[in-house]
């Protein structure tokens, strides 16, 4: 490999994409075409180098570039991008959560995932095709009531869904299935689904654009420390200085933090999906049971890609084992009898970043200089943008930014948790 | 699917079992102060490798066991008595 490809050219040659180009791209066979982000081998030093590049290291490089005027980065990723967690995921986006603070995080995402194909020049397939949450008792009416009314005191969109209403949304749902019936749900309008894939390459491809090195195949092999601040990291490819370095390496944040001695709020836990085959439209919300492990959506390609819970016991496998897919397939089973002759294509794993209170953490750390992005349990695809935002904002102004301000990890020594289910500090129970 | 040896019951089926955590930490003394409680509390190593752990036998024989466990490929390869501790814990066994 040269020392120094040429990323300007690389970067310059990319061009817009637009339907006008797709149609002169056609008239030449296609030939225009070059590759959406620059190959980079690392230079000696950088302002910022951010480990992971998955779709919450790409997002905060982009806004680094872009929003904060910081593009002196490096993003160094072991394999190819995007195939850790921000391609392992099931692709939903949405803002309903129950604590207002979570809400606001949650909500400052969603408004970027709107706007995220214009900023980006990029298609990532974004769907505000309806988030349904099912209940079958009165007691968790009530609670979906309060957390919908929560929602709205917020300003984001909630609506109440009778029984009726689910039936026509998901005629799928046996609403009298004689084990959990189905009494009602709410529906968040604006959430949906994005395609996962394009997130980590529309990240890429702009934060490349705008001088961003994107060094793949470089794994990092240790922080480097003086008088306790962070000077650069090592890596497979040699050492990278630099003056802040940030982890985003959601899964293995607790591998990374014990190369600079820290000892994190984290276990690893293995989270299951699975994609069965194609069928003609069956559902088009994404819908969560309210009585067990079960959550589905059909993919554009016509594959219902449904989960569950974690399977509860610390693992970096990224496979996960057959009781969970029991449970979630049971689940299914109660809640759409109709699916019982579907066939399931695919089942994969990817490892979750537990913390202790089931909340992320964008945080400095008590390393000087290093930043954690991390702690995203299962929910981390839906947060990138506002992880990514966020997260470069803290690198920049050294200041958090207002709506992560709750997730510092001093909040654990503080008491301050922000526990979203009310479980403690298990983190294989939330 | 785990194969979880119980020492009262024998071999079962994770099915059965309950995780209950990281079996290496011990509570701080009453007097520690709020750093070690902090430690106890939220603090893990959540190692890639070789972990003791705690299970409940819940639909069995409903006592704690400790195992160690293997956090990549899943293998057990020590379990026993809350009491009892593996050779590993004092001696350093190779991971």
């Known amino acids: 490999m040269a020392p120094h490809p040429d990323h300007t050219a690389g970067r310059a040659a990319g061009g817009r994409y637009s339907a006008w180009r797709l149609f002169l791209e056609g008239l030449r066979r296609h030939s225009g075409w070059t590759r959406a982000w620059a190959g980079a081998t690392p230079r000696p030093r950088y302002r910022v180098v951010i480990v992971g590049g998955g779709g919450h290291g790409l997002a905060t490089a982009y806004y680094l570039a872009t929003t904060y005027g910081i593009s002196d980065v490096a993003v160094v990723e072991k394999g190819p991008l995007g195939l850790g967690n921000v391609g392992r995921n099931t692709t939903i986006i949405r803002s309903n959560y129950f604590h207002p603070a979570n809400i606001r995080f ?236 579907l066939k399931v294509l695919r089942q994969w794993g990817g490892v979750m970043d537990m913390t202790m209170d089931g909340s992320p953490i964008i945080s400095k750390t008590p390393v000087e200089g290093l930043v954690l992005n991390g702690g995203w349990c299962y929910g981390g695809f839906k947060a990138i943008p506002a992880g990514g935002m966020t997260t470069a904002h803290l690198i920049a102004t050294g200041e958090p930014h207002p709506v992560a301000a709750h997730l510092a990890l001093g909040r654990f020594a503080a008491g301050r948790t922000v526990d979203e289910r009310g479980i403690g500090p298990q983190p294989y129970a939330h | 699917m785990l194969r979880i040896p119980c020492p009262w019951c024998g071999e079962r089926d994770e099915a059965e079992f309950r995780y209950r955590g ?64 593996p050779a590993a814990a004092a001696g350093g066994r190779p991971a």
């Open chain 1, 106 to 341: 949650y909500e400052f995402s969603l408004k970027l995932w709107e706007g995220l194909e214009q900023a980006l020049n990029f298609n990532a397939m974004v769907s505000q095709r309806g988030t349904l949450n099912l209940f079958h008792s009165e007691a968790q009416r009530d609670l979906f009531t309060r957390r919908a009314n929560l929602m709205r005191l917020e300003g984001v969109d909630a609506v109440p869904v009778d029984r009726a209403g689910v039936k026509a949304l998901v005629p799928l749902v046996e609403l009298d299935n004689g084990r959990y019936p189905v009494l009602g749900g709410f529906l968040q309008p604006r959430g949906g689904t994005v395609r996962h894939d394009a997130v980590a390459w529309g990240y890429a491809r702009g934060a490349s654009a705008a001088g961003v090195d994107i060094i793949e195949h470089c794994e990092v092999t240790g922080i480097r420390r003086e008088h306790g601040r962070v000077t650069g990291v090592e890596t497979t490819h040699g050492a990278i200085g630099a003056d802040l370095v940030c982890l985003a390496v959601a899964g293995h944040s607790s591998e990374l933090g014990a190369m600079a001695e820290l000892r994190l709020p984290i276990e690893s836990h293995v989270l299951q999906a699975w994609v069965s085959e194609a069928v003609k439209p069956v559902i088009d919300v994404v819908m969560t049971y309210g009585a067990g492990h079960f959550y589905v959506s059909q993919s554009d390609k016509g594959g219902l890609v449904f989960g569950g819970g974690i399977d509860g016991y610390n693992s970096y496998g990224q496979r996960g084992t057959l009781p969970m897919a029991e449970e979630v397939t049971a689940a299914a089973m109660t809640l759409m009898p109709g699916l019982a002759r």
């Open chain 2, 22 to 85: 990281d079996a290496t930490l011990a509570r701080p003394g009453a007097d520690a102060g709020l750093a070690a409680f902090t430690a106890y509390t939220y603090e893990r190593a959540n190692p890639r490798g070789w972990h003791l752990e705690w299970w409940l036998h819940a639909g069995g024989c409903r006592r704690l066991l400790k195992v160690e466990r293997h956090t990549l490929s899943h293998e057990i390869r020590w379990v026993g008595t809350p009491a009892e501790s």
